[in-house]
């Protein structure tokens, strides 16, 4: 295991954020991992996770230990008539895991195709897209205990998972370098094709003749259609996360907004669109000092040519007061900010 110093992260970060990690190390195996720990204690040194740079802000330097999780490898762990548990290790590459899942007849992980970023990191903010979260197929998060170096076993319950929220974000937050998911996969598709715009994709097709290939493929197909790709055009996806607010607000903002789409939440609750408020407000394409907005998808905040963090998330602050006014919502954002600006 090696310890760098001064680490510059500008190559590690989805957005091109200019920045350096006081110590930077990339792991590849628990052991390594348990190590670097130690001599993070030893030093008083912070520790911040990383992994592929496809949900973070770069604020300024991070004075802490950077880990990089590198390891690697899938494993079945055991299997009956209906499912197949698998070991995933953290620095796998996501898409490259659902890809793999699909070829190998274990499925479930279509609609998951093309997200950025590592397996990982997944459980995280339980990413989900196209109408499927994650979490549906968690079964158990491995992780070393910062604090400690101790290993430790979730299980899906204990993970607290909710809308790109999980108790990694909130309770456990900082305090877990998450090792290796367990996924407990399909062995005969169940396709969910009810989220609209993948409907629209597959229209082609009859029900009964789709496949979880054809989901796959149709998931790529429009996120390679509509998303820019990051070593194009760097960003961190969405940049905002879609608010939940009660049905009593809804209706409120029904009455003022009815061409605004609101989505009725399985406990009553209303999931409103971020990209739907931040394009009426007229953002959509907006772009000051190197940064702006996707022409395209008004969720998306892109790095033109910014250095730091701090032109993006000042336009990140004007995008949030603005819909704030407009439409009394605090918008809040999705990836984590590191580092303090200059
Ligand atoms: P990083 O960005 O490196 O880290 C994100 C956070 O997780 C950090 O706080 C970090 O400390 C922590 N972390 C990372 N690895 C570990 C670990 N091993 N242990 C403990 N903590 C860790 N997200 C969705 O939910 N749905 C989408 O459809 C989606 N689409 C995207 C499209 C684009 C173009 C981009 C750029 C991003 C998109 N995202 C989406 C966001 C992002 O891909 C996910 O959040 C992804 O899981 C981040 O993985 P990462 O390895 O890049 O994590
Ligand atoms: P879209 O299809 O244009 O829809 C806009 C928003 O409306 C989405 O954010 C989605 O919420 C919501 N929505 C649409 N139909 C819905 C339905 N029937 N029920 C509930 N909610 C509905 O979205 P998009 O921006 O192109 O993204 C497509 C999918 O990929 C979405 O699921 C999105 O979350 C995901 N994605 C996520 C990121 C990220 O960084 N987090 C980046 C790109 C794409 P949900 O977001 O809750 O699905």
Request: aromatic content about 8%; charged content about 20%.
């Amino acid at each position: 295991m090696q310890i760098t110093h001064s680490e510059s992260l500008g190559q590690k970060n989805t957005l091109n954020l200019q920045a350096r990690a006081r110590a930077y190390a990339a792991i590849g195996s628990d052991a390594e991992l348990v190590q670097a720990l130690a001599w993070a204690r030893e030093q008083q040194l912070a520790v911040v996770a990383l992994g592929e740079g496809s949900n973070i802000v770069l604020a300024g330097d991070i004075d802490a230990l950077v880990i990089r999780q590198c390891s690697r490898g899938i494993q079945l762990l055991s299997e009956d008539d209906k499912t197949a548990t698998l070991r995933v290790r953290a620095g796998e590459n996501w898409h490259g895991f659902v890809a793999w899942a699909l070829q190998a007849g274990y499925y479930g992980l279509e609609n998951l195709a093309l997200i950025p970023g590592t397996a990982g990191a997944a459980p995280i903010q339980n990413i989900g897209a196209y109408g499927v979260e994650v979490n549906a197929f968690v079964d158990a998060v491995h992780s070393v205990t910062v604090a400690s170096g101790t290993h430790c076993r979730l299980s899906n319950r204990d993970c607290g998972f909710g809308y790109r929220d999980s108790v990694f974000k909130r309770e456990l937050k900082d305090s877990q370098l998450i090792t290796a998911v367990d996924f407990r996969l399909l062995k005969k598709p169940a396709l969910r094709t009810e989220y609209p715009a993948l409907a629209a994709e597959l229209d082609y097709r009859r029900a009964d003749e789709l496949t979880a290939t054809d989901v796959f493929d149709a998931v790529v197909r429009i996120r390679s259609s509509k998303l820019p790709d990051p070593r194009e055009l760097p960003n961190a996806g969405s940049f905002f996360k879609n608010p939940v607010v009660a049905a009593s607000k809804g209706k409120e903002l029904a009455e003022i907004f009815p061409q605004m789409p609101q989505y009725v939440q399985g406990d009553g609750v209303i999931k409103l669109p971020a990209a739907w408020m931040i394009d009426h407000c007229g953002w959509k394409g907006f772009r000051e000092n190197g940064v702006g907005v996707h022409p395209m998808h008004a969720l998306v905040l892109v790095n033109y040519s910014a250095q730091d963090g701090s032109r993006l998330l000042a336009l990140a602050d004007k995008i949030q007061r603005s819909v704030q006014g407009v439409f009394d919502i605090g918008l809040e954002v999705e990836p984590r900010v590191y580092g303090q600006a200059q």
